[in-house]
């Protein structure tokens, strides 16, 4: 009977796992930035937003995020990382933002299309 239980409970635990891991996408997002500050904040800024990893390369600009779909999505990431100053592929950075940004961080802004 404890192996049945034990082969019943381990069949269900890699279900579950089987199920998260579909549920799970890996994107890369350029970002605009130029320093550790940046990428400290760009990152913090991705998680808040519901990635489950987030890594920003400051040589290359880019974020690489892991995300669960169902609880987010790579236009959301992308949102939440502009409102705190960084521009991205879809999004300006919040002009507000940008300006409140530590003068490292302010690196060279394409013209708005506004």
């Known amino acids: ?14 279900s579950a796992a089987n199920l998260f891991a579909q549920d ?4 890369s997002i350029k970002v605009s930035g130029n320093c550790s ?7 913090k800024a991705a998680l808040g937003s ?7 390369k400051a040589d290359s600009n880019i974020l690489t995020v892991s995300y669960s779909t169902s609880k987010t999505t790579n ?3 992308q949102k ?3 409102s705190v100053g960084y521009d991205t592929e879809k999004y300006r950075g919040d002009d507000k933002a940008y300006d409140a940004l530590d003068d490292c961080c302010q690196y060279d802004r394409k013209k708005s299309k506004h």
């Not at 500050?37 to 990152?43: A, D, F, L, S, V």
């Not at 519901?50 to 920003?56: E, H, I, Q, S, V």
């Open 1 to 14: 009977m404890k192996i049945i239980r034990f082969i019943l409970i381990a069949v269900l635990a890699i």
């Open 75 to 77: 236009d959301a990431i």
């Open 37 to 43: 500050t940046c990428k400290k904040n760009i990152e």
């Open 50 to 56: 519901g990635a489950l990893k987030a890594f920003w």
């Open 80 to 82: 939440k990382v502009a």
């Open 24 to 27: 799970t996408k890996t994107d």
